[in-house]
């Protein structure tokens, strides 16, 4: 999806400001929005890639406008809605209006810590031999889903090279539409800076991860 979100390669925004000795949250609200997302994530009731899609969906002028926990707090209210789990009623007020649905599974207070260290692990059996290898010589497709895509708008059609397979992997495309995890082999490209950014670029490359629908040979190398 081409939205807000997609902010690489973009002019006019300014510099990053990093705030100096920044606290984890600015505000106990942050907090919250925080531990429902992952309480929320924890029931099943949608997968990561679901919720990145939901948060990058919000419209452009909300996004830019909105801070990151606030970004995250309107992309879990348009999943419970969406679900069935609550009304944009019951949200706002605070207080439920009928009776609770059944959920797959209940985060428990005491399974956070164990949960956020062990993480969720990405990786999957191959579904068939890599198509590409270190060194090779590929191209990014010039895509324009209109969902969700991990491929940065400035990285497309654009020539690189192989420089690490990572095995394969949950494919974010499929998974966010509830397809299905389709694993898809992974893979980090090198992008010469110029071919990114023109000639008068600073910098000398650039690297990114792309799964291998991404990616097509260099036929021209």
């Given at each position: ?5 997609d ?24 907090r ?46 348009k ?5 069935g ?10 207080v ?34 890599a ?29 690189c ?7 394969a ?7 966010a ?45």
């Amino acid at each position: 999806m081409n939205g807000a979100q997609d902010l690489g390669g973009m002019q006019s925004f300014g510099p990053v400001v990093s705030e100096a000795g920044e606290p984890y949250f600015h505000a106990d609200w942050e907090r919250h929005a925080l531990a429902l997302t992952i309480a929320m994530g924890a029931t099943g009731t949608w997968n990561i890639d679901m919720s990145r899609a939901a948060r990058e969906s919000l419209p452009p002028a909300q996004y830019l406008s909105s801070s990151y926990y606030e970004i995250w707090f309107a992309g879990l209210r348009k999943l419970l809605i969406e679900k069935g789990l609550a009304t944009a009623d019951e949200i706002e007020r605070g207080v439920s209006q009928q009776a609770g649905v059944p959920l797959a599974r209940v985060l428990a207070a005491d399974q956070v810590n164990p949960m956020l260290f062990r993480g969720s692990p990405a990786s999957r059996p191959a579904p068939q031999p890599a198509r590409f290898a270190v060194g090779d010589a590929v191209r990014t497709l010039t895509l324009n889903p209109p969902t969700h895509t991990r491929l940065p708008r400035y990285c497309r059609g654009k020539r690189c090279r192989i420089v690490a397979v990572h095995g394969a992997h949950v494919f974010p495309d499929s998974n966010a539409l509830g397809r299905g995890e389709d694993p898809r082999w992974l893979y980090t490209v090198r992008f010469d800076a110029v071919e990114l950014w023109g000639k008068d670029t600073t910098a000398s490359s650039v690297c990114a991860d792309c799964w291998e629908p991404y990616l097509e040979a260099d036929d021209a190398e």
